[in-house]
């Protein structure tokens, strides 16, 4: 589990030794150590709870473990809720759970579970926001998410956080060139034209 604070990583800890029974897990505050740690310890889940002042930052950083532990179901525990980035996640396979920090921690014990017998689970949280959204739809309609593949969404949210397209490249370990078709792609689907605007239409899914 990587969380920023460690009261609140012993505490987790501690109500879900309560829970579920032992669990035995390997806490982080370090991001830069999460590939050496899956590496030694090959966990069954990975929990990213981290705050930062990009609010996709933990989408980020699943995109990254994903792209070189492709197996590894991940949870994030975000700390507010960005409701369409999540449900597309969760429907391109990038996570298998999520919640929020303002959500129990008896939900955190059964989103574990669930993740760890190979299904998804998200939170009571998007369950409200579906519904609330449908009873606003015109019969007949459905609201689409974002129609990105999982690498489309993994750069798009790079380039609302503000990333270069060279400094994207390098993390993805790709050509520049490269980013900027997927970047033209993007903004194709998502019928922006800049990164502002593209920024706008991310921070207004949650």
Do not use: W
Not at 107 to 135: M, W
Not at 168 to 190: F, G, N, P, Q
């Amino acid at each position: 589990m990587v969380e920023n604070y460690p009261i609140i990583r012993a505490t987790i800890e501690a109500l879900l030794n309560r829970l579920i029974g032992e669990v035995d897990m390997r806490l982080l505050e370090d991001t830069a150590k999460i590939a050496e740690a899956i590496t030694e310890y090959t966990p069954d889940v990975l929990v990213l709870s981290t705050i930062s002042q990009v609010t996709t930052a933990n989408f980020l950083l699943a995109s990254e473990i994903a792209d070189q532990f492709s197996s590894l179901p991940i949870i994030i525990i975000d700390p507010t809720l960005h409701y369409e980035l999540a449900l597309n996640s969760l429907n391109i396979g990038l996570i298998k759970g999520y919640i929020t920090k303002e959500d129990s921690v008896n939900e955190l014990a059964t989103c574990l579970q669930l993740v760890s017998n190979g299904r998804q689970y998200h939170s009571q949280s998007i369950t409200d926001r579906i519904i609330e959204q449908i009873k606003h739809f015109p019969v007949g309609k459905v609201q689409k998410v974002l129609p990105l593949s999982k690498r489309e969404m993994e750069i798009a949210q790079y380039l609302s956080a503000g990333e270069t397209t060279g400094v994207i490249a390098t993390k993805l370990s790709l050509k520049s060139t490269t980013i900027s078709t997927v970047k033209l792609r993007i903004y194709e689907k998502l019928a922006v034209n800049n990164v502002i605007s593209l920024s706008k239409k991310i921070s207004a899914l949650y």
